[in-house]
């Protein structure tokens, strides 16, 4: 299971944290990542932590403002999010997929509740 928190209203130029608690399963064998889905747009993938190796890729988008974070001895992993612009508005989500290298939104095992962050002035 997972749960995102964290979200909140901001204006542009501020910064979030949101976390995702999960449980059930282990960073050892399972990718994880977070999604976003913007009114009227599809969800979309930003970063994920690789199962096999344990990199974090994010998508261009967000690459330098947004960073993914994991802390030892918790089931919870973080999303900072700073320089947040108003089109990074939207639910975000986190996910997880066994063995994952990477984390397709299509192929994600399971899904936590979303969070809601709003950027605006």
């Known amino acids: 299971q997972l749960q995102a928190s964290g979200g909140g209203s901001v204006q542009p130029g501020g910064s979030l944290r949101l976390s995702c608690e999960f449980s059930g399963f282990t960073l050892d064998y399972y990718a994880i990542g977070w999604f976003r889905q913007a009114p009227g747009k599809e969800r979309e993938g930003i970063s994920c932590i690789s199962a096999v190796d344990g990199t974090t890729t994010y998508v261009d988008s967000v690459q330098g403002r947004f960073t993914m974070s994991r802390e030892n001895g918790k089931n919870t992993v973080y999303l900072h999010m700073k320089s947040l612009k108003p089109e990074d508005t939207a639910v975000y989500y986190c996910?997880?997929?066994?063995?994952?290298?990477?984390?397709?939104?299509?192929?994600?095992?399971?899904w936590g509740e979303g969070t809601l962050v709003t950027v605006s002035s």
């Open positions: 996910a997880s997929l066994g063995y994952g290298n990477n984390c397709p939104v299509d192929e994600m095992d399971h």
